[in-house]
């Protein structure tokens, strides 16, 4: 599968984001890591992930899919977007491949199963960026029943999340505004293909949960937060879970005041109020219980991402029998 095609004047288009780069040869788009070969565009991080870790599904945050498994979990170098509050800025805004080892696709799901893992996610910088090898990785864990999920900023092209069907079986995107210029200026993405794609993982059904970092003055007003949350439940639908998470000052925005429990309140009440079924505090030490949408029975308990209990019968409510969305064991 090519992710790229010719463009006039002795360029290639890559086609794995919508940046869509018209990149010459010897160069590389805006990521820093496709780069024009001459006949093609080669991923320069193509075997070489920077960091590799087992998390609980959990971290990702995936609430809804497989809770209580462990997913083999890594990245790789760059990103196709620059947001100066980023939390993982060290891998993402660097673009210095470490090539010493060579992790073959056939590796790193052996890797997986080798480490109890039942799915794998490409997380931690932008996958998209990467998608030729998460792909190829993501075929090798089919064939041996491993799952995969994708931890992403939403940017992808769409040829990219068409693909996707079928391969990728959950994902976690990041709807960080819903401002358009803050999305373009500060980011360097576009919201409304952003919005367009979120409707097109739901539309694949690719299981899909969302992410909001709460920052400060930045994306935090009522009415922000109110514009997110009736997007997610008028477009993409209640059942999605919202993930409404706590900044810390981190890489370019420092002199912010990490963000309030008593926010993550209010943005928790925004959702509800927008008649979402499951909203959810992160990156706080706090209980963040699943309540069955009906009758309000704890269904599944968190401890921050550890001691995950699941009461679940199948993927129904034990008290009234009501089904909740996700993918669960149905054992
Ligand atoms: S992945 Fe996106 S940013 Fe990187 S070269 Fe391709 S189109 Fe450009």
Redesign the pocket.
């Known amino acids: 599968m090519k992710f790229y095609k010719p463009y006039k004047k002795e360029r290639l288009m ?4 919508q ?3 018209k ?1 010459k040869e010897g160069q ?4 820093g ?2 780069k024009n070969v001459g006949d093609k565009i080669e991923c320069l991080v193509y075997g070489y992930p920077s960091s590799i870790n087992v998390d609980p599904i959990e971290k990702k945050p995936l609430y809804h899919f497989l809770p209580g498994t462990k997913a083999f979990s890594f990245g790789t170098v760059g990103c ?1 977007f620059h947001c100066p509050f980023c939390q993982n800025w060290t891998i993402s805004q660097t673009r210095e491949v470490d090539t010493s080892r060579y992790f073959s696709p056939e590796l790193m799901v052996q890797m997986a199963i080798d480490n109890d893992c039942q799915s794998i996610a490409y997380t931690y910088n932008e996958p ?2 990467f998608y030729p090898y998460a792909r190829d990785i993501a075929l090798e864990a089919k064939k041996k029943g491993l799952k995969n999920v994708f931890v992403t900023n939403g940017f992808e092209s769409s040829e990219v999340i068409d693909d996707m069907k079928g391969i990728m079986d959950a994902a976690n995107v990041d709807l960080k505004s819903f401002d358009a210029k803050y999305y373009k200026k500060e980011l360097g993405g576009d919201l409304e293909k952003i919005l367009e794609n979120l409707k097109h993982f739901v539309a694949n059904k690719i299981w899909t949960e969302v992410t909001t970092l709460v920052i400060p003055t930045q994306n935090d007003s009522d009415e922000e937060l109110s514009n997110i949350a009736g997007f997610i439940a008028n477009e993409l639908g209640t059942d999605v879970p919202w993930h409404i998470t706590a900044f810390h000052p981190d890489y370019k925005t420092r002199d912010l005041p990490c963000t309030s429990i008593e926010s993550l309140d209010r943005a928790y009440e925004i959702g509800k109020k927008h008649g979402l079924h499951y909203v959810y505090k992160g990156n706080v030490a706090q209980e963040s219980p699943t309540l069955c949408p009906n009758c309000a029975e704890v269904v599944i308990e968190r401890d921050y991402f550890r001691n995950t209990k699941n009461y679940l019968k199948g993927s129904h409510c034990p008290k009234c029998g009501t089904a909740i969305a996700g993918v669960f064991d149905e054992q």
Request: proline share 0%.
């Open positions: 890559c086609i794995l984001c940046h869509y780069c990149i590389t788009g805006i990521c890591v496709n196709n998209t960026i």
